[in-house]
């Protein structure tokens, strides 16, 4: 408690936002976060009861539902990027929490196993952490449900940003494998991410896992790009 009051004392705290002093987000900023308030279908990305993917949208090996918290903009796209570029951990708290909060809107199943999108193993080392694991252990303690790394990163693609739809799906198709020796028949996964913008990387992970025999699959993600 000491060594944490003495950082916070010679680095302290400041919003990613609007930099001011005190916590990483602050109130003011903190009251201008956009959450989605109706859950949507993580296909086509309109309106959906509970976050299930629409009926129309729905294949064999299509996610079956959507969890998002927020758009990804302000203090929210700050703070991931921070995460994800400047190795500030303890910013993935606040990400999870804003999760936790809005998870009443969604009807995920009652038992699922948390899964985090990897990383290929060169990125991982580079970067020092994964942001999607430490998203996945924390929701994981927060509601006693279980996680494991079922899924590896069998090439390293090139970054989704700035791609088209069309472009993204190319360039993550066959990027993942199933970890040897892990059971996943009948069932539910809920796979973990920061962000989902065109839901192109959390589908082949979701075809990944349905083709091995998963029941149902979940995407979770802090925020909507």
Not at 68 to 84: E, N, P
Not at 184 to 190: G, L, T, V, W
Request: charged fraction near 25%; glycine fraction near 8%.
């Amino acid at each position: 408690m000491a060594n944490n009051f003495l950082l916070d004392f010679l680095f302290p705290k400041r919003c990613v936002s609007c930099g001011r002093i005190g916590s990483y987000i602050c109130r003011e900023c903190f009251s201008k976060i956009e959450y989605v308030e109706k859950p949507i279908c993580p296909i086509c990305q309109r309106q959906a009861i509970g976050g299930k993917t629409h009926p129309g949208c729905r294949n064999k090996y299509s996610l079956d539902g959507l969890v998002v918290a927020c758009r990804y903009q302000g203090a929210v796209k700050r703070a991931i990027g921070k995460v994800k570029y400047k190795w500030v951990y303890d910013i993935g708290k606040i990400l999870t929490d804003l999760l936790v909060g809005n998870l009443w809107r969604f009807d995920l199943p009652s038992e699922i196993i948390l899964v985090p999108i990897p990383l290929h193993a060169k990125r991982e080392k580079w970067r020092g952490f994964n942001q999607a694991k430490i998203l996945g252990e924390a929701l994981s303690k927060r509601f006693n449900q279980p996680y494991f790394e079922v899924l590896f990163r069998s090439r390293d693609t090139k970054s989704q940003v700035g791609l088209k739809k069309k472009d993204r799906l190319e360039n993550i198709k066959g990027a993942f494998g199933l970890v040897k020796g892990v059971d996943i028949i009948d069932k539910n996964f809920a796979l973990v991410d920061d962000v989902y913008t065109s839901g192109a990387t959390m589908q082949e992970a979701c075809r990944v896992l349905k083709k091995a025999g998963a029941k149902r699959v979940w995407a979770i993600a802090v925020a909507l790009g």
